[in-house]
């Protein structure tokens, strides 16, 4: 089964610096996405940026973008120009053809500091 | 807007009370999720429906079931509540298909707080 795992259960950043959330996985399948979801202090969850495993190129989603490192395994978020409205709760995610359905991290809550 | 609407944001229920939790999706999506959310633990999944009164077991089936009469009602079902079941409960729904279809973008629900005293 594949797993998931976020190893910064906290994290701060400076308004308007910037910050890497880290997240590796573990699975035996070539073709499979990644996610980064947000889960604001509302708690409803929005997709914030997906990667598909064949692609190289790095997702980009204006100021969010990952560094995925399929050998290793790898799929950082990175949040350029921090604002108070990116505190919240962030999961990684994989979804691959094997189990059909997401699988989640145990998620990172990044506070942003004025 | 596309909308999944889950129907009470907040319960408190008694052990070995039966708790319906019920979620409505508005986008003819085909599958349906019902999430369990611990603090560390992530999101969880309890059970999911690819197409109206098909079920299927996700990683914590027990303790709870489901029922899916109509494609854009999913319900998760505590048949005997119990205080390991205090939780946070997401539903979320996706279109159907493959893994490089839209299936792998679920759209979620805000959450129903569960409290069994």
């Known amino acids: 089964a594949q797993t998931v795992t976020q190893s910064q259960p906290e994290m701060s950043v400076q308004e308007a610096e910037t910050v890497t959330l880290s997240c590796t996985y573990d699975?035996?399948?070539?073709?499979?996405?990644l996610f980064w979801y947000k889960q604001p202090p509302s708690r409803q969850m929005i997709l914030v940026i997906r990667?598909?495993?064949?692609?190289?190129q790095n997702a980009t989603e204006n100021r969010f973008s990952v560094n995925f490192q399929k050998a290793a395994k790898s799929f950082s978020l990175k949040i350029s120009d921090s604002q108070l409205g990116d505190a919240a709760m962030y999961f990684c995610?994989?979804?691959?053809?094997?189990?059909?359905?997401?699988?989640f991290g145990g998620g990172t809550r990044l506070m942003v500091k004025p | 807007d596309v909308k999944v609407t889950q129907s009470s944001r907040y319960l408190v229920k008694r052990t070995g009370e039966k708790v319906f939790l019920e979620c409505v999706q508005d986008?003819?999506?085909?599958?349906m999720f019902w999430y369990r959310q611990d603090p560390g633990l992530g999101l969880r999944l309890i059970y999911f429906?690819?197409?109206?009164?098909?079920?299927e077991k996700g990683d914590i089936p027990e303790g709870y079931s489901v029922s899916r009469e109509k494609k854009e009602r999913f319900s998760l079902i505590l048949e005997s509540a119990s205080t390991n079941q205090t939780s946070m409960y997401l539903c979320?729904?996706?279109?159907?298909?493959?893994?490089?279809?839209?299936?792998?973008?679920?759209?979620f629900g805000a959450g129903s707080r569960l409290t069994v005293l």
């Open positions: 979320a729904s996706s279109f159907g298909g493959t893994v490089n279809s839209g299936a792998n973008v679920l759209t």
């Open positions: 699975t035996s399948e070539s073709d499979y996405y």
């Open positions: 990667q598909e495993a064949y692609k190289q």
């Open positions: 995610a994989y979804y691959g053809n094997a189990g059909n359905m997401l699988t």
């Open positions: 986008m003819d999506h085909e599958n």
């Open positions: 429906s690819y197409d109206v009164k098909m079920k």
